[in-house]
């Protein structure tokens, strides 16, 4: 009897255990992760280049170069999406550029330029 009731408390040990795990892994699955890799901008015809690393992957993050980015590559292991917006705002509609990752992307001429981006995670 003992034996018996001493697995029954270990078995309800274990299951408490999982859930807590799992029930602590789902409450923390994006607080404070960050990008692995770079995500690099450029103006128009700029040589100078802005790059971000360890990018939260939270919220809205905007490009600190003064008229905006024309260029970006995505050397991270995360999909971006690019606004024209200073705070990842739709535009007349439009949801975004989608940029995969390790992919870049150039905006048309005459466009306006991307100025801010969030993460897809």
Same mark, same amino acid.
């Given at each position: 009897?003992?034996?018996?009731?001493?697995?029954?408390? /270990?078995?309800?040990?274990?299951?408490?255990?999982?859930?807590?795990?799992?029930?602590?892994?789902?409450?923390?699955? %994006?607080?404070?992760?960050?990008?692995?890799?770079?995500?690099?901008?450029?103006?128009?015809? %700029?040589?100078?280049?802005?790059?971000?690393?360890?990018?939260?992957?939270?919220?809205?993050?905007?490009? /600190?170069?003064?008229?905006?980015?024309?260029?970006?590559?995505?050397?991270?292991?995360?999909?971006?999406?690019?606004? /024209?917006?200073?705070?990842?705002?739709?535009?007349?509609?439009?949801?975004?550029?989608?940029?995969?990752?390790?992919?870049?992307?150039?905006?048309?001429?005459?466009?306006?330029?991307? /100025?801010?981006?969030?993460?897809?995670?």
């Amino acid at each position: 009897m003992f034996e018996r009731g001493g697995a029954q408390l /270990r078995h309800a040990g274990v299951i408490t255990g999982a859930a807590l795990l799992l029930a602590a892994t789902a409450t923390a699955c %994006s607080a404070g992760k960050t990008t692995t890799g770079t995500l690099a901008f450029r103006a128009h015809d %700029s040589p100078i280049e802005v790059t971000y690393s360890n990018t939260p992957v939270q919220g809205c993050h905007e490009i /600190r170069l003064p008229h905006g980015a024309a260029h970006v590559e995505n050397n991270s292991l995360v999909d971006v999406i690019m606004y /024209r917006t200073p705070k990842c705002q739709k535009v007349d509609g439009a949801d975004g550029i989608y940029i995969p990752v390790r992919t870049s992307n150039v905006t048309a001429p005459r466009s306006l330029p991307w /100025r801010s981006f969030s993460v897809v995670h």
